[in-house]
């Protein structure tokens, strides 16, 4: 009988002790004496023997966890419907897990009931965050808005026992209408643009016009002058005026034609008779 009793004491003795515990890296321990009451948070490594009737050890996980979500049907400043995909980076505070576990049991343990406590967070913050500013200055600069909820959305999970570690807006996805309002002013831009190139162009046509026309009138003003001075020398100089007649005649005058120089009409009429050519007479009109 003595040596069931011992024996029942040493079986009792050792269900209520905890004898060795590991904690891996990314994880702490919750000491817990009588089962209730956090009593020591304990780091990463081997710990025990922990005595006690209702002594145990819980491994928490305060790692990061990731995770994207997405809210098709926000509004920004300016009235557009829009729609964001924000990722974002938390995990458990080691310095508010004693807190968190006397709070929220189920969330200090689990980490899908844990991201199901942030996202009850997340929706709130996104809205107002979005309703800060237009859509036109959440694609001209998506960090403002990261930034936004990220400020925001970190006083919430501090909270709860978090901290948010990262938070950035993955897509920003505008309503159709506003898509095609982006589309009609980048159409009007390029037609813009297409019509000051054609501008510089047609100014650039009309610079050359202008320029060939100065050209041409300049060469026509020198043509007058030549002809000018031609004039003044046929008028003093008959014999000049004779060899120019007979210069351009040559150029009329082909390589074959024969040319005759007689005093008078009826010597030429003689001469080709002669020759074996039928003149052809002219009568004065």
């Not at 844990?114 to 959440?138: C, G």
């Not at 996805?173 to 643009?193: F, I, M, T």
Request: with cysteine.
């Amino acid at each position: 009988m003595k040596r069931i009793t011992i024996l029942i004491l040493f079986m009792l003795l050792f269900s209520s002790c905890v004898w060795r515990v590991a904690i891996d890296e990314g994880e702490v321990g919750l000491r817990m004496n009588d089962g209730v009451q956090v009593s020591e948070v304990l780091e990463p490594g081997r710990h025990g023997p922990f005595w006690g009737w209702y002594a145990k050890v819980e491994q928490v996980n305060i790692s990061a966890i990731t995770h994207e979500w997405t809210d098709p049907d926000l509004v920004t400043k300016d009235k557009q419907p829009i729609g964001v995909t924000i990722g974002f980076t938390f995990a458990r505070n080691p310095e508010k897990i004693r807190e968190m576990r006397q709070r929220f049991r189920p969330e200090t343990l689990n980490d899908e009931a844990l991201l199901r406590l942030v996202l009850n967070r997340l929706p709130r913050v996104a809205k107002s965050s979005t309703a800060q500013f237009t859509i036109d200055e959440m694609i001209a600069a998506r960090t403002i808005l990261d930034n936004h909820i990220f400020e925001n959305l970190s006083a919430e999970l501090d909270e709860i026992g978090v901290v948010l570690l990262d938070v950035g807006v993955n897509n920003i996805a505008p309503s159709p209408s506003y898509l095609a309002l982006l589309q009609r002013k980048a159409d009007a831009q390029v037609e813009v643009e297409v019509a000051v190139e054609e501008g510089i162009l047609a100014e650039e046509n009309l610079i050359k016009e202008q320029l060939q026309t100065e050209v041409e009138l300049e060469l026509a003003r020198r043509g007058n002058l030549i002809n000018e001075e031609l004039a003044k020398t046929f008028q003093t100089s008959p014999e000049y005026f004779e060899l120019e007649r007979l210069r351009l005649l040559g150029d009329v005058i082909g390589p074959s034609d024969t040319i005759y120089f007689t005093e008078s009409v009826e010597q030429l009429m003689i001469m080709l008779t002669q020759s074996g050519v039928t003149p052809i007479v002219v009568p004065n009109q």
